[in-house]
């Protein structure tokens, strides 16, 4: 019943592609799979709403289902949104990328548009359940309605304000429920994706701070070394490097979520969704500044975002395979 299975899995293949720019990967390997993911959908999406929108039925938001109402099965979870929303817009861009499939391309886009937007409940945050009267449950380990902010990068601070806005207050009224590991820090790469430091380590402290790393530094699923489990021990690499870079095509961020405490540091060897890599980034805010060395295999402009920064955006432009070193004030 799982609908977003198939997104998300494809997901992090098609965040390489971004990457690397390796379209003998795309066609050879990746597009056939988002196309069948569109046309999953496009079979799915038969139903509608009063209102003509095409509903999601059965969905599942996991692994929890509506506030008060037995079972997990509903109406229009907010993760299946926001799957087949980009399972269909990105298999369109893929085969219009790669010059095929441009009818069902068409269908695909018209498809998408069809679908409910996203729903804010009375407490203005984003709600689990895009459906009337299926409210968020307060406690539980999982934030599956927050797969917009994080990995898909459709609800951002800076494109998506209100919405943005909701989504951190939808993290804020979620309960720990037994504050598993993936749990918290799912929580702390969608925080770090809304710039929220403090609540990215609020959630790194949680991991940090209740005796869940064993003498090996493998982690454990629950506090007190209950139960061995490699979320934690694969996610704590990927939550720094959030907390340090963030990246969608176009737009490389630097220390989009850093913490006070981490007033001097450096990371290198960082591949962006926008195609450049990051072959080192410093930082020293007492000093007062950031400096980042790009590397891109063609001549490209990006946009540098530094929210700490004096100047905080500006166009870089990158010739091919010449590193290129920017030195960014801070504030």
Not at 13 to 26: I, K, M, N, P, T
Not at 80 to 107: K, M, P, S
Request: charge should be negative; charged fraction near 20%.
């Amino acid at each position: 019943m799982w609908l977003a299975g198939a997104d998300w899995l494809l997901f992090p293949l098609y965040e390489y592609w971004q990457a690397s720019g390796d379209d003998d990967f795309l066609a050879r390997a990746l597009a056939p799979w988002l196309v069948e993911a569109a046309v999953f959908f496009e079979d799915f999406l038969t139903h509608e709403d009063a209102d003509g929108h095409v509903v999601l039925v059965p969905s599942y938001s996991p692994e929890v289902g509506p506030k008060g109402v037995r079972g997990v099965a509903g109406v229009n979870a907010t993760m299946d949104l926001a799957a087949a929303r980009h399972a269909l817009t990105t298999a369109a861009d893929v085969c219009a990328h790669l010059g095929i499939e441009q009818d069902a391309a068409n269908r695909w886009r018209t498809l998408a548009e069809r679908l409910p937007p996203y729903r804010v409940d009375g407490h203005g945050a984003l709600a689990e359940w895009a459906w009337p009267d299926l409210e968020t449950a307060d406690d539980h380990r999982h934030i599956s309605h927050l797969y917009p902010v994080w990995p898909l990068h459709e609800i951002t601070p800076d494109d998506t304000p209100a919405l943005a806005t909701a989504a951190r207050e939808a993290l804020l009224r979620r309960g720990d429920e037994n504050l598993s590991a993936h749990g918290s820090l799912h929580r702390a790469l969608v925080a770090a994706r809304l710039k929220d430091s403090e609540t990215v380590k609020a959630n790194v402290l949680k991991i940090l701070g209740r005796n869940m790393l064993f003498r090996s530094l493998m982690t454990s699923h629950n506090p007190d070394l209950e139960t061995y489990n490699a979320g934690a021990a694969h996610c704590l690499p990927a939550v720094v490097t959030e907390m340090l870079i963030d990246s969608r095509p176009g737009v490389v961020e630097l220390l989009p979520a850093l913490p006070q405490e981490w007033r001097t540091g450096s990371l290198r060897g960082i591949a962006t969704r926008t195609g450049v890599s990051v072959d080192g980034l410093t930082w020293d805010t007492v000093e007062g500044f950031a400096g980042v060395v790009l590397t891109s295999p063609l001549d490209r402009d990006v946009t540098l975002v530094c929210r700490a920064a004096v100047d905080r955006r500006r166009t870089v432009h990158l010739s091919a395979y010449s590193p290129t070193t920017v030195t960014v004030p801070l504030a």
